[in-house]
């Protein structure tokens, strides 16, 4: 089986995300959680890179707040377009590469958001950078940024293969890596359906593991400052033998 890039792998279930990851009841607290992190300083405009099916993004809008968000998947952007539609969203939905933004005007938001494990799918190096510029790029003077992935100081040391299973009777979903290296690990996923028989499809994409060393370096190299590091969005203690996740807030130049 051949792995695929992370545009075809997210293509490839598209209707089945949102299953998948509870989205209709995933982003009730959202709304709360980003009054808390900004307090009075709730953002006028927010960019979500890497917005999947944009729940974030719709839920965000509620708020009264000019929301955008981009993903290279042509498939989830349309379920994200789908799901404004239907929920009276004002929210807007592009195609677009994170590590270019080219469809975003320069200084054009207050706010960018990288969240649910984005980052490792920005394979080399460069690619981390030129996502980070860019995100520097669309965002105004004094703007932030909210960066989160997995913790995979912690993945790496412990090899734990099964990372999730999700689903219903009818329709189960099994998440697993292979670690391939310390520069590489493999993510894969295991879709069974049942209509009168099971079936199954097995995808799978390379991940990058980067550590929370290298983004911090790598963010401060391409316009950001005033770098935090947390545990999780409560602006938990970030522990790297402990924490599940990275949280990153930063603060333009």
């Not at 994170?98 to 938001?109: A, D, Q, T």
Request: include cysteine; charge should be negative; aromatic fraction near 10%.
């Amino acid at each position: 089986m051949g792995h695929l890039k992370y545009t075809e792998f997210y293509s490839e279930f598209a209707n089945d995300y949102d299953s998948m990851t509870k989205d209709s009841s995933r982003w009730a607290k959202v709304q709360g959680t980003y009054i808390k992190l900004f307090g009075d300083l709730l953002p006028e405009r927010i960019l979500d890179a890497g917005c999947g099916s944009g729940g974030e993004m719709v839920a965000l809008s509620k708020l009264g707040i000019t929301c955008f968000g981009v993903d290279g998947s042509a498939e989830m952007i349309d379920q994200a377009r789908q799901k404004a539609i239907h929920s009276g969203s004002n929210a807007e939905f592009l195609v677009d590469d994170i590590s270019e933004l080219s469809k975003i005007e320069n200084g054009s938001v207050d706010l960018v958001i990288c969240r649910g494990n984005t980052l490792p799918h920005l394979r080399i190096s460069d690619s981390l950078g030129s996502a980070f510029s860019a995100f520097s790029r669309v965002t105004r003077s004094g703007g932030r940024l909210v960066l989160q992935w997995l913790n995979y100081d912690l993945i790496l040391k412990d090899k734990k293969r099964l990372v999730g299973v999700s689903g219903d009777n009818n329709e189960v979903f099994t998440r697993f890596y292979d670690f391939i290296s310390s520069e590489e690990v493999v993510f894969n996923l295991l879709i069974q359906n049942y209509d009168e028989k099971w079936k199954s499809k097995w995808i799978s994409t390379p991940l990058t593991p980067w550590t929370s060393d290298t983004v911090l370096d790598t963010l401060k190299r391409n316009g950001w400052q005033d770098v935090e590091i947390y545990g999780d969005i409560g602006k938990s203690e970030f522990k790297p033998d402990n924490s599940n996740n990275i949280v990153v807030l930063a603060r333009k130049n």
